[in-house]
């Protein structure tokens, strides 16, 4: 089945989930759902090592229109000029909304937010009700969550503990 018309849930540790569109990479994972409720920067938030093995949950509406920057423009310390880090780190990206592939629009995109994505294998997961989820998680906090694509089985999927690793090592440059 292709990408585009692929189906995904969000489970989540309390027992609600959500079903939406897939984009970006095509696979399931786990790990803890968090929001972010900026209007830009989703190239800064995804490259943010503290989002390391969460599941990202962008609130603004309409996510992606200005496609991805190149990462050949290096700064001073030999990281690229628009991102965070050399990676993307979030498990997956949850949206209401993505711009649909080769839609988006900046002078300095050279590519889609989905196909950046897909290359670094994310997956995201769009279509779902992201005030209903946002709430969920501002009233419960932080949650174990799992985000499965229609093709693999939930149940062979364990919702883990993230701080049950050591994110540090995992994150640091050294």
Known sequence: ???????????????????????????????????????VGYVESLTDPSYAQQLLTLTYPMIGNYGVPSHEDIDKLGLPSHFESDRIWPAALIVDRICPENEHSHWEAVESLSSWLRSAGVPGLAGIDIRMLTKKIREQGTMKAKLIIESDDPTKYQFRDIYEENLVSFVSRK
């Open 1 to 39: 089945m292709h990408w585009e018309t692929m189906k995904a849930t969000l489970y989540l540790d309390d027992g609600s989930s959500f079903t939406g569109q897939l984009f970006g990479a095509t696979k399931s994972v786990v790990g803890e759902i968090v929001f972010q409720t900026g209007m």
